[in-house]
């Protein structure tokens, strides 16, 4: 019987969700076993060809990480729709927007400004600046186009399912993979991650007191983190409580706060917003004064809150091309 074929791609990410699938280490062998992998272009050589000569519909499953910022990744991400049965949104980036979607907060004009003549790296005489087309000796190149908003992979096309993390972790992706050969998957749309708060499972969630009122916020290079104490009522912010569990707590075993990178629960439209409102109810301080005293520490409220979910925020994903 022919196996199953399944692809990966990558899109607008650092290519962590790529290592992720090295990571498996040997638990990949059952998985080369029952698959045949027909696309890899981080690991294999393979063309932009090589899936537009297949049949609709003949890749069972595409696994596709990183947000979506040029017309080149929201091409591909089309073909591998078209040609899958299943796509899977793999990674924060995939699924939230990620760190590249952090650039929603500036605009493409303010982006090539500082990338191409601004920073003092930069040499650029002339001031040029990449063009979707260009003819040098008579012929004619071509670049994607930069789209001025980071999408993330569900606002190009459908996705079935989502990977959380950054990057999803061994235990999860070995378990999305079974799942799938074995024909054991949730409804579509579901997110492959137990649907609770980190805090649920987190060893020092039985720390905090009934009533926790946090002093003023600190930065986690501000003091020396108590290992056996929740990170919140040490005035440390840990996402925890706005963030999905299915990590297994890990950078909360390295003694570091959760920066969200399982994004929300599903019932929770707005991840950074979640996470404002749980710290508004036990932020110490009852007037306006007070409040920004306690809350100076915070020096990236965005890159905080939204580290990995701007795309899907009510905030970054209002911005639209040329506004
Ligand atoms: S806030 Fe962070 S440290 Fe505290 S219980 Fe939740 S995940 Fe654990
Ligand atoms: S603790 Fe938070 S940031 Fe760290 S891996 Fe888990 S979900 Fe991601």
């Known amino acids: 019987m022919a196996k199953p074929k399944i692809a990966f791609y990558w899109c607008a990410s650092c290519g962590g969700c790529e290592e992720a699938i090295v990571d498996l280490a040997e638990q990949i062998l059952p998985v080369v076993e029952a698959v045949d992998i027909v696309f890899w272009p981080c690991a294999m050589d393979f063309k932009t060809r090589d899936i537009e000569q297949m049949a609709n519909g003949s890749i069972a499953v595409a696994f596709i990480n990183g947000a979506v910022r040029t017309s080149e990744q929201e091409h591909m991400a089309k073909l591998m729709r078209q040609k899958?049965?299943?796509?899977?949104?793999?990674?924060?980036?995939?699924?939230?927007?990620?760190i590249p979607a952090l650039a929603n907060l500036t605009s493409r004009k303010k982006i090539f400004e500082a990338s191409y003549h601004d920073c003092p790296s930069v040499f650029n005489p002339d001031g040029v600046e990449p063009k979707t087309e260009v003819v040098v000796d008579g012929h004619k190149l071509t670049l994607p186009t930069f789209y001025e908003t980071v999408y993330k992979l569900d606002d190009v096309i459908t996705v079935d399912y989502y990977l959380?993390?950054?990057?999803?972790?061994?235990?999860?992706?070995?378990?999305?993979?079974?799942?799938?050969?074995?024909?054991?998957?949730?409804?579509?749309?579901?997110?492959?991650?137990?649907?609770?708060?980190?805090?649920?499972?987190?060893?020092?969630?039985?720390?905090?007191?009934?009533?926790?009122?946090?002093?003023?916020?600190?930065?986690?290079?501000?003091?020396?983190?108590?290992?056996?104490?929740?990170?919140?009522?040490?005035?440390?912010?840990?996402?925890?409580?706005?963030?999905?569990?299915?990590?297994?707590?890990?950078?909360?075993?390295g003694n570091m706060p959760c920066t969200g990178c399982f994004g929300p629960t599903d019932s929770c439209r707005d991840q950074g917003g979640k996470m404002i409102s749980s710290?508004?109810?036990?932020?110490?301080?009852?007037?306006?004064?007070?409040?920004?005293?306690?809350?100076?520490?915070?020096?990236?409220?965005?890159?905080?809150?939204?580290?990995?979910?701007?795309s899907a925020s009510l905030l970054g994903s209002a911005r639209k091309e040329g506004e």
Do not use: H, W
């Not at 899958?84 to 990620?98: D, E, I, K, R, T």
């Not at 036990?282 to 701007?310: H, N, W």
């Open 164 to 253: 959380p993390g950054c990057p999803p972790t061994t235990d999860i992706i070995v378990n999305a993979i079974n799942a799938i050969l074995e024909g054991k998957l949730p409804p579509k749309g579901a997110v492959l991650s137990p649907d609770k708060s980190l805090c649920s499972s987190c060893k020092l969630n039985d720390t905090k007191p009934d009533q926790v009122c946090i002093g003023p916020i600190k930065r986690i290079i501000d003091i020396i983190a108590d290992p056996e104490k929740c990170f919140l009522t040490q005035g440390l912010i840990c996402m925890g409580p706005a963030t999905r569990d299915g990590c297994g707590a890990l950078c909360i075993q």
């Open 84 to 98: 899958s049965g299943l796509v899977v949104a793999f990674g924060s980036c995939a699924g939230l927007g990620g």
């Open 279 to 310: 710290l508004g109810g036990i932020l110490e301080g009852e007037d306006r004064d007070s409040l920004q005293k306690a809350t100076k520490g915070l020096v990236d409220p965005s890159g905080t809150f939204y580290r990995y979910s701007m």
